[in-house]
């Protein structure tokens, strides 16, 4: 059992059965009747007060260390094996797995995300001349904003064409909306909005009503 805690136990504390071993240096110092180096010890205070701040990652570490990395003047956490931000060790809400709570790290890639999504949407519209037309050219201007997750939603004469039959064509650098055959005739009213939605809320399955 993991027990990091400062204590002051009675017995002699037996590191290996009740703390636990990372395999470092420390493991040993000081040794049983050894006198404690004091630049040792200095240094540990030191690295205690300042979170271990350098340039390159701690040598001395247990998991929930802290480091200031001063590379990029960043707080992180040793978590699961590794150095992360400090924000994906600050849990806000729990999960049904107690071990992968709701981080802040989590909180800020959904709010990201959303935000991402508001700045990203691109809306244009359009009279259709030719009779079989089956692509919509999108403006010059707003390619460069497309992106990876850039999905299509067509209004054809204000109804809404099935957002899962609709692309962006041709493939990485899409210049065109590409709609169903017989959607829109010579006259149609065209009105194109393009959203930033990742796979992971973006459904093309029907569902069972």
């Known amino acids: 059992m993991i027990d990091h805690r400062i204590r002051f136990d009675a017995p002699l504390i037996n590191f290996a059965t009740s703390v636990g071993l990372s395999g470092q240096a420390h493991d040993d110092y000081p040794g049983p ?121 067509v209004w054809v004469n204000g109804s809404l064409v099935n957002p899962a039959t609709t692309t962006l064509e041709p493939g990485a650098n899409p210049t065109a909306v590409r709609v169903p055959n017989g959607i829109m005739t010579q006259g149609s009213e065209v009105v194109v909005v393009i959203k930033f939605i990742p796979d992971s809320r973006f459904n093309i399955s029907p569902v069972t009503i």
Not at 57 to 78: H, I
């Open 33 to 153: 009747g050894q006198q404690a180096r004091y630049d040792w010890m200095r240094i540990y205070l030191i690295g205690l007060l300042a979170n271990q701040s350098g340039n390159t990652a701690p040598s001395q570490f247990r998991e929930g260390t802290l480091w200031f990395d001063l590379a990029d003047e960043t707080m992180k956490v040793r978590r699961i094996g590794a150095w992360v931000s400090l924000s994906q060790g600050i849990k806000l809400a729990d999960t049904d797995n107690p071990a992968e709570p709701y981080t802040l790290q989590d909180w800020y890639d959904d709010v990201n995300e959303d935000v991402q999504s508001l700045r990203n949407e691109i809306v244009f519209h359009g009279l259709v001349q030719s009779i079989n037309a089956g692509l919509i050219p999108i403006p010059t201007s707003l390619q460069p904003l497309l992106q990876t997750n850039s999905r299509p939603f």
